[in-house]
């Protein structure tokens, strides 16, 4: 199947530091990937749509200024976690959908980023 | 799109085929019932998908009942690497956002 890679793999920093994840989709185009989150033994939840060109589409309660999200290419989405506080410590997930696949395509997730904010 | 309901938990032993079951009984029509795993600290990985037909892939089967409220995705020979959370997601197929919606899952521990 495709293969969507993420980096950093897993981040420390500081409080009030910004960090930026990468999502990338390594052999296929992803017109929209999706950027969800994980707490410690709780379920993804979706964060926000990433479309390529255009403004993200965010959940509701997911502030668009805390999370910039962009997608300047087919191939990559960044969501930068800004001014970052130890409740921002996640498991950050992205996927991308492979349009060429078919409109009942599975969705293709990357391996995850786990952000420690200290 | 429908919510779905599976088992908080459940253990297998390695080697035996385990059973996952998940209710959807407000599945509409045009909604496919997905199944997705995460094994711990990794992304989920795509399992299998149907409508209403049962399917059968390297991975897993995935029966899939008349009336479509339910269905049982199995794995016939768990191994220990198995163990994971197993998600069954219910999605419209015109999604056209393609988004899923997870719900609790089914923590899956394969033993020896």
């Known amino acids: 199947g495709a293969v969507v890679s993420q980096h950093p793999s897993w981040v420390i920093c500081k409080s009030g530091t910004s960090v930026k994840i990468e999502c990338r989709s390594l052999?296929?185009?992803?017109?929209?990937m999706f950027w969800y989150r994980q707490f410690p033994k709780q379920s993804l939840m979706l964060m926000a749509t990433?479309?390529?060109?255009?403004?993200?589409?965010?959940e509701q309660g997911v502030e668009k200024d805390k999370f910039l999200i962009n997608h300047a290419s087919l191939t990559l989405s960044t969501l930068t976690v800004t001014s970052a506080h130890p409740e921002d410590s996640s498991f950050y997930i992205c996927?991308?959908?492979?349009?060429?696949?078919?409109?009942?395509?599975?969705?293709?997730f990357g391996p995850g980023t786990r952000l420690t904010v200290l | 799109d429908a919510k779905t309901t599976q088992p908080p938990s459940m253990d297998c032993a390695e080697g035996r085929a385990a059973n996952l079951p998940c209710n959807h009984s407000?599945?509409?029509?045009?909604?496919?019932v997905y199944w997705y795993r995460q094994i711990h600290s990794q992304g989920p990985q795509y399992i299998i998908h149907?409508?209403?037909n049962n399917e059968t892939n390297e991975m897993a089967s995935l029966i899939i009942t008349e009336d479509r409220k339910s269905s049982t995705l199995i794995l016939p020979h768990a191994t220990l690497r198995d163990t994971a959370v197993y998600y069954c997601?219910?999605?419209?197929?015109?999604?056209?956002?393609?988004?899923?919606?997870f719900g609790g899952g089914t923590r899956l521990m394969v033993k020896p």
């Open positions: 996927s991308a959908r492979d349009p060429a696949a078919g409109s009942y395509n599975e969705q293709f």
């Open positions: 052999d296929f185009q992803a017109t929209t």
């Open positions: 990433s479309n390529e060109g255009s403004k993200a589409t965010y």
């Open positions: 407000t599945i509409s029509g045009n909604e496919y």
């Open positions: 149907g409508l209403k």
């Open positions: 997601i219910v999605r419209a197929i015109n999604n056209a956002g393609n988004m899923l919606t």
